[in-house]
């Protein structure tokens, strides 16, 4: 694999609707996969999403019973077909929702 395409950490297919805060307007934009250190949104390219280099995103994973809040830095946006795809890193998360995101990569890879 090509220094490129290499993830830092494993990563889970989700496919939930999460809440994204972008310059103090709300979006739902669907959470195609997450890691403990980051996530990829995605939403139709004709939304109204504005250009940010920071947002906050709110989640709720299957098997876990707490919202998990964090903010994150925008890594990529880019264009996909009639999708807009946008890569965030996790920047400022509790260290309890963190665990949590862990144990559900984990869960989803059968290591948990």
């Known amino acids: 694999m090509d220094r ?24 739902q934009p669907l959470l195609a996969d997450v890691s403990e250190g980051g996530l990829l949104l995605e939403c139709p390219s004709g939304l109204d999403l504005p250009r940010a280099h920071d947002c906050y995103v709110e989640l709720m994973l299957p098997g876990i019973s707490e919202l998990i809040l964090a903010r994150c830095r925008v890594l990529r946006d880019s264009m996909h077909g009639f999708f807009r795809r946008r890569a965030l890193q996790i920047v400022d998360i509790s260290a309890l929702h963190r665990k949590l995101l862990g144990v559900y990569v984990q869960r989803a890879y059968g290591l948990a």
Do not use: P
């Not at 395409?5 to 103090?24: D, F, I, P, Y």
């Open 4 to 27: 490129k395409n290499q993830r830092k950490s494993s990563r889970a297919t989700v496919n939930l609707m999460v809440g994204e805060t972008v310059r103090g307007r709300l979006f």
